[in-house]
């Protein structure tokens, strides 16, 4: 072989071994472009798990908050309740205690009342006894009085 033949065969073996090179490198490029979109698939699919989790964590803790809301709003409601049915049952107890004084005290004055007019009656009969026209005369002046006050109460 002559030089001019090696020559031509070093350049086509050359050439063929950049070739060689240039299609293993695209290949590699094209494996590892491959690679990154797979990984890159992987990490959107993680995100979208990520994303559909952490929806679901916010959903739940929302149905959570709310539940709690409203159990304590039922808490509240039930205490307030007891509290004016509290208050209602005292104010019961009270009035009875109230109408049970009075009734007492209008037993007691009925009671004293009573005394009275029996002893002013006492007292009438014995002055009738010692001075029967002296007691008719102030009875008289006492219901003339008496009509002349409510002849003036009528007049106004």
């Not at 929302?62 to 509290?86: H, M, P, R, W, Y």
């Not at 049952?89 to 005290?105: F, S």
Request: aromatic content about 2%.
């Amino acid at each position: 072989m002559t030089d001019t033949d090696r020559t031509a065969s070093e350049a086509t073996a050359a050439a063929r071994d950049a070739a060689d090179k240039v299609t293993d490198a695209a290949a590699r490029a094209t494996d590892e472009v491959t690679d990154a979109a797979a990984s890159a698939a992987e990490n959107a699919e993680k995100a979208v798990k990520d994303a559909r989790g952490a929806a679901d964590s916010t959903i739940d803790a929302a149905k959570g908050a709310v539940a709690d809301a409203a159990s304590t709003a039922q808490d509240t409601l039930d205490e307030v309740i007891d509290t004016v049915k509290s208050a209602a049952g005292q104010a019961k107890d009270a009035g009875a205690d109230a109408l049970d004084a009075a009734q007492a005290q209008a037993q007691q004055a009925y009671e004293t009342g009573r005394g009275l007019v029996d002893d002013g009656a006492g007292y009438v009969k014995r002055k009738y006894r010692e001075n029967p026209g002296l007691v008719i005369a102030v009875g008289a002046a006492a219901v003339l009085a008496l009509g002349l006050v409510i002849r003036g109460i009528g007049r106004r």
